[in-house]
């Protein structure tokens, strides 16, 4: 059973750019949530898709977007890169109505903005 | 809003031995889940433990027991019997519960980094 997988593990982008960032959730799973960790620090919560929908957001501007396909794997597109942006970038699965400690990590991928 | 602290920046272990991590939270929600997460340094964030505020016994799997002391808002790991595998940073993390039964999105603290001495 292939837990959660996120592409490409490791990218380097020039400022100014964009990005996508690609997550498929565990099967069965139909939550995605995407977290940035900087270095030395916890994960915080960018957004989450359920339905294809965004469902949750926390504090990120605009320039973040994502997008869930009906196959329930996600997109994270970061627009307009700036050096602050480089980070460990977690994607969580989940299921909604399941239990709570249903929510598995991939492995990351690693943005590196020069 | 929701708050996590963790302040042991660094911890160390005697190999065999048990450590305990510390962790207190802030909520204003009536009901929440507590979670630990391993993070080697590969990036994964691997599920340790899971404590609901309404469960009426300490959480326990394996070698890690999570301290859930509700009225002082602390949620301690305890791995007992360390071994030098779990050399890693370790993250505290809560989400409130919402009535459909899955958890809203983890506020996560700063996390304590963890060495195993041989």
């Known amino acids: 059973d292939a837990g959660v997988t996120q592409s490409p593990t490791h990218l380097i982008k020039t400022r100014g750019q964009q990005v996508t960032l690609r997550c498929s959730p565990k099967?069965?799973?139909?939550?995605v949530s995407w977290y940035q960790q900087a270095l030395g620090q916890g994960p915080q919560f960018i957004f989450q898709?359920?339905?294809?929908?965004?469902?949750q957001r926390g504090n990120f501007p605009d320039r973040f977007s994502g997008h869930q396909f009906p196959n329930y794997s996600s997109e994270l597109n970061v627009n307009a890169l700036l050096l602050g942006d480089s980070a460990l970038y977690l994607c969580?699965?989940?299921?909604?109505?399941?239990?709570?400690?249903?929510?598995?990590f991939g492995q990351g991928t690693r943005l590196t903005v020069v | 809003a929701q708050k996590i602290t963790q302040t042991q920046p660094g911890m160390f272990v005697q190999e065999k031995e048990a450590v305990t991590l510390d962790c207190t939270y802030d909520?204003?929600?009536?009901?929440?889940?507590l979670f630990w997460y391993k993070q080697p340094s590969s990036g994964e964030m691997i599920f340790l433990i899971y404590?609901?505020?309404?469960?009426?016994q300490n959480a326990t799997e394996g070698r890690y027991s999570l301290n859930f002391q509700k009225a002082r808002k602390s949620a301690n790991l305890v791995i007992s019997a360390s071994q030098l595998g779990d050399s890693a940073m370790y993250f505290c993390?809560?989400?409130?519960?919402?009535?459909?039964?899955?958890?809203?999105?983890?506020?996560f603290g700063s996390g304590t980094q963890l060495t195993v001495l041989p």
């Open positions: 993390a809560m989400s409130a519960l919402i009535s459909s039964g899955s958890a809203r999105q983890l506020t």
């Open positions: 404590q609901g505020s309404y469960d009426q």
């Open positions: 099967s069965g799973h139909d939550t």
């Open positions: 969580a699965s989940s299921l909604v109505g399941g239990r709570n400690t249903e929510a598995f």
């Open positions: 898709y359920y339905e294809e929908e965004e469902r």
């Open positions: 909520t204003s929600d009536p009901s929440y889940g």
